[in-house]
């Protein structure tokens, strides 16, 4: 078992790791990108990674405060469902209506991976080969989706 700050130490050096051996890979638009932080230059959508002692999660979340606009949001992200599925090549679950871990409500489009754990290192290469062809498949997807949300800047 591990202490607070050991996990805290743990996944801070997944996340440096998987940072260091993604920095040499260029976003879709040819720009030098942050995948750990990826910004989607859209207020309120975040690609999120996670990571627990159980599983690992990436997703699209909207947590706009407005319950219509994100709903809107949703509406639109739907719209461009094939061509989500196209570059991703693979099913994702889409959630108009859940809840992050704080209690706030979000939609989310995410894909996950059971029975990894960040915790053991030998599941690292697992989780960064899980995270690395569908991050830059998303990013893939974005450099020509993003102009669909401009009205949402």
């Not at 995948?35 to 207020?43: A, C, D, L, Q, R």
């Not at 309120?44 to 999660?57: D, G």
Request: proline fraction near 3%; glycine fraction near 2%; include cysteine.
């Amino acid at each position: 078992m591990y202490s607070r700050e050991e996990t805290k130490k743990l996944k801070e050096h997944f996340w440096t790791t998987f940072g260091q051996y993604m920095a040499a890979v260029p976003s879709s638009d040819m720009e030098k990108i942050n995948w750990v932080n990826y910004k989607t230059g859209i207020k309120n959508i975040f690609f999120r990674m996670n990571v627990t002692n159980k599983n690992a999660t990436l997703m699209i979340e909207m947590s706009q405060p407005d319950e219509g606009i994100r709903h809107l949001v949703f509406e639109q992200l739907l719209e461009l469902k094939p061509v989500f599925r196209a570059a991703l090549q693979e099913e994702w679950d889409w959630s108009n209506v859940c809840f992050d871990e704080y209690g706030k409500e979000v939609s989310r489009v995410s894909t996950s991976l059971e029975n990894v754990s960040i915790l053991k290192r030998e599941d690292w290469p697992v989780l960064i080969s899980f995270f690395k062809p569908r991050i830059i498949a998303l990013d893939d997807f974005w450099s020509t989706a993003k102009y669909s949300f401009d009205i949402f800047r």
